[in-house]
């Protein structure tokens, strides 16, 4: 089967968090991103799942996160994702609002030609503000923390990437000599780099709050999820069949450096289920956890999201 065409960019992130509060007060306080929806994790609903994203919820802007409120502390290590890259229209300004609030941040720095800085949220994940790219709250990029690129390149071109310029010293927080590589899409939309990362770091990758679990790219339609479905399967990963995740369907597999890897589709959406005006702004179950809101409700800690 031949390819159905190129995957234009990221559809969200997922993370781990702790306390749910002080990913909030983080992730819409200081980055400025909108609070999209309030579910919980379809596989664990004692616990949230929270959706941010730019103002229009679009794909390519989600960061996603469960945060359990005893999560032990993650670490980011080869064979993971370890940072997430927000493109920013005025680094400077970032700069000065940063330093205003009191929040630390690494940098600048250079990468690729464009300035950027690195800060970490509240259980340790990386962040990058990259200047240059969307104006709209978009992601830039992800990176994976790799012990060796070239199995997981041949992935990201069979998903329509293609390499864009030479390996080059990298800053990427692990405390090692870095290099990196960049991968675009050849059809580009928001979120479209993907950085592969090598360092001879010492760090063993943990599970944990404060660390990425996937990367999720983007299917237009059903239909185009399905084509890459089997063009991936014919390759010989390993896909699983598409699973409904309420807002998207998902399928999911893992990339020969360890890093797991989705398609979501774009549609039905966020405004599924709520009005676009007030996404996020109610607890919204799945079918099948309807039944038991009033427990879950009581099992959930009480947020509030910063103004």
């Known amino acids: 089967m031949s390819r159905p065409g190129a995957i234009p960019g990221l559809h969200h992130v997922t993370a781990i968090s702790g306390p749910p509060q002080g990913n909030l007060d983080f992730w819409v306080g200081t980055l400025g991103q909108r609070l999209v929806k309030r579910t919980v994790n ?10 941010y994203g730019n103002a229009a919820a679009a794909p390519g802007s989600i ?21 997430v890259a927000y493109a920013v229209a005025d680094l400077d300004a970032w700069m000065g609002d940063l330093a205003e609030a009191a929040v630390d941040f690494d940098g600048p720095f250079e990468r690729f030609g464009d300035r950027a800085i690195a800060l970490k949220d509240p259980d340790g994940l990386r962040v990058e503000l990259i200047e240059g790219g969307a104006r709209d709250g978009g992601c830039h990029s992800v990176t994976l923390w790799l ?14 990437y293609v390499r864009e310029g030479g390996d080059t010293p990298a800053t990427g927080g692990t405390g090692g000599s870095e290099t990196r590589l960049r991968y675009r899409s050849s059809a580009p939309e928001r979120g479209s780099a993907v950085d592969l990362m090598t360092s001879d770091a010492r760090s063993i990758g943990r599970p944990g709050a ?25 390759i010989g990963l390993e896909v699983t069949p598409v699973i409904d995740r309420q807002y998207f369907d998902a399928i999911y597999f893992r990339t020969p450096g360890g890093v797991l890897f989705e398609i979501a589709t774009d549609p039905p959406g966020f405004a599924v289920d709520e009005d676009p005006d007030r996404l996020g702004q109610a607890l919204k179950l799945p079918a099948q956890h309807e039944a038991q809101r009033a427990r879950i409700e009581r099992v959930l800690p009480e947020i509030r999201v910063p103004a």
């Open 147 to 160: 012990d060796e690129t070239e199995a997981t390149a041949r992935v990201l071109e069979a998903m329509g």
């Open 210 to 234: 404060g660390t990425i679990h996937h990367v999720a790219f983007r299917a237009r339609s059903a239909e185009e999820q399905q084509g890459w479905r089997a063009h991936l399967s014919e």
């Open 63 to 83: 960061m996603t996160f469960f945060p359990f409120v005893d999560a032990g502390p993650g670490r980011a290590g080869a064979g993971m994702a370890s940072a």
């Open 42 to 51: 379809f596989d664990e609903p004692g616990t949230y799942h929270l959706y």
